[in-house]
């Protein structure tokens, strides 16, 4: 990428995540003077509060579950009984998990400054007619001329009126870092991607876990044999799952939390952990006023340029609701940045975005769906292969897993993926270049995969799909 030609212009970015920082660092390698305006530190939610400190804690739990399970691969530990488990100290972990979020948010700053980004502590805001404020954390407002604006300003826990979090038994996802202790029995609410994926954390770290889930099953938004896997995992591991209730409330009582269900039953724990989805942060800063459309539920509308419906501001993120993912959001406003600045630019295509669930196993996800297939939005023909019969997995000791491979009908290309595993998160990657480049099963079944490794499922998926057609 290098600088368009052309007198410089100002981008004003107002929000420094993904979405916002991605943008930042396009448009100067483009040549264009850019102000970042950020609120709470460069990373944005992204880093400091949801994705990276949830991994980092998930890392942590995935460590421990593997003392679990060594006695399976013949390891034993010395010492009595008693002496033999693993225990989570919760202040040192979340000290290591703060600690590593701000270093990335410093790390980022500082790639931001190398590149000459101008970097405004503050909340921004739209003046209209190309015009931003920002209200400094100094009490200072400044205001600025931009050619182009971004608006990356992310989302934050949706709280109800009937679950108010209190920071120290009812709390939000970005709040359990603050937690000095482990807690004897937590009830997590939500049973989305959050909720499991936070929900697996805690059991993992040696927690009493209650899953609180309205739907039939866990993960309801996602392919359902691999989320069947995941809730099965769940329950044989200790967790308490409870599918089909609805929370109503949640209140503190005495030491405790009690979560009351719609049907009346009441649930009891140490803590209750809110994980009933996000709303968009687009109150209150002008954004209307400056001829932006948001939808019903308060995202920005936007096209695949990631243009808004007011001329020169464009917006990225999970603020547009498209797709909530870190990846996502870099790639809308690295969109958004060429079209602004006049640099070659393909429009965003969810198709090939890779997905992931930090659970154990890991679900990974790519290009169209078995709920796609069965609802009749595309034809394809499918192929699932258990774990099970991979020599790899047999010497880890992986006993839930599989890989399912979707193809089109005729042109034999692969056009989608699950892949449930441990580090499913590596795994995807191939799929999702076939996904991407249009590869047919022939091309993925005849390239060379380790001999034993997790990667031979996957050609032998291709494989099947080939002899499927003969
Ligand atoms: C628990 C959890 C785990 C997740 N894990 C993953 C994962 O593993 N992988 C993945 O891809 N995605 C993950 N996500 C989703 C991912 O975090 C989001 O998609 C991503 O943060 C979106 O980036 P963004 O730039 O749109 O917004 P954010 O990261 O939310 O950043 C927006 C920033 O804008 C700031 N801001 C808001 N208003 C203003 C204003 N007026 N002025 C100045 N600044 C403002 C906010 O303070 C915030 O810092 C996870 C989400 C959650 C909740």
Same mark, same amino acid.
């Given at each position: ?14 929000? #420094? ?236 009582? #005495? ?216």
């Amino acid at each position: 990428m290098r600088a368009v030609s052309g007198p410089q212009k100002h981008v004003v970015i107002i929000g #420094g995540g993904p979405g916002g920082y991605e943008s930042a660092l396009v448009a100067a390698q483009l040549g264009a003077r850019v102000t970042i305006v950020e609120d709470d530190g460069l990373g944005g939610a992204a880093v400091l509060t949801d994705c990276v400190p949830s991994k980092a804690l998930i890392a942590t739990s995935d460590f421990m579950s593997r003392f679990a399970t060594a006695g399976r691969l013949g390891v034993g530990f010395e010492g009595t009984e008693e002496d033999q488990h693993a225990e989570a100290n919760v202040d040192q972990v979340n000290h290591r998990i703060i600690d590593l979020a701000k270093a990335q948010s410093t790390d980022i700053r500082a790639q931001l400054e190398s590149v000459g980004v101008q970097v405004r502590p503050g909340r921004g805001r739209l003046l209209g007619n190309g015009r931003v404020a920002a209200d400094l954390s100094s009490g200072q407002t400044e205001e600025y001329d931009a050619d182009v604006i971004l608006v990356a300003t992310g989302c934050k826990p949706r709280i109800m009126d009937t679950a108010t979090p209190d920071g120290e038994r009812i709390l939000t996802w970005q709040q359990i870092y603050d937690l000095t202790e482990l807690p004897d029995h937590l009830i997590v609410v939500g049973s989305g991607v959050t909720g499991a994926e936070l929900a697996h954390a805690y059991l993992g770290l040696g927690c009493e876990v209650t899953l609180v889930s309205s739907r039939d099953r866990v993960l309801p938004g996602e392919d359902a044999d691999a989320a069947t896997v995941i809730e099965n995992v769940f329950r044989r591991h200790g967790m308490k799952v409870l599918n089909r209730s609805r929370m109503q409330s949640v209140r503190r009582e #005495g030491d405790g939390v009690v979560v009351t269900l719609e049907d009346g039953r009441e649930v009891t724990g140490s803590h209750a952990l809110l994980a009933v989805g996000s709303v968009p942060q687009t109150k209150g800063i002008g954004l209307e006023e400056a001829g932006v459309e948001l939808s019903k539920s308060g995202h920005i509308v936007v096209d695949r340029v990631s243009r808004t419906s007011a001329q020169g501001v464009y917006a990225a993120g999970d603020c547009t609701g498209v797709l909530p993912l870190a990846s996502v959001a870099a790639m809308q406003g690295r969109i958004a940045m060429a079209h602004s600045l006049g640099d070659a630019v393909a429009p965003l295509n969810l198709r090939g975005v890779c997905a992931n669930i930090f659970t154990d196993p890991e679900i990974a996800t790519v290009g169209y769906s078995q709920a796609d297939v069965e609802e009749g939005r595309i034809e394809a023909r499918v192929v699932t292969l258990p774990l099970s019969t991979n020599p790899r997995a047999k010497m880890r000791n992986i006993r839930d897993g599989f890989v399912k491979l979707f193809t089109r009908p005729g042109s034999n290309t692969i056009i989608g993926g699950v892949v449930v595993a441990p580090q499913a998160s590596e795994l995807i990657y191939p799929i999702g270049l076939a996904v991407q480049n249009r590869l047919t099963v022939d091309q993925v079944a005849n390239t060379f995969s380790v001999y034993p490794s997790m990667t031979g499922s996957i050609a032998e998926a291709a494989r099947r799909l080939h002899s499927h057609d003969v």
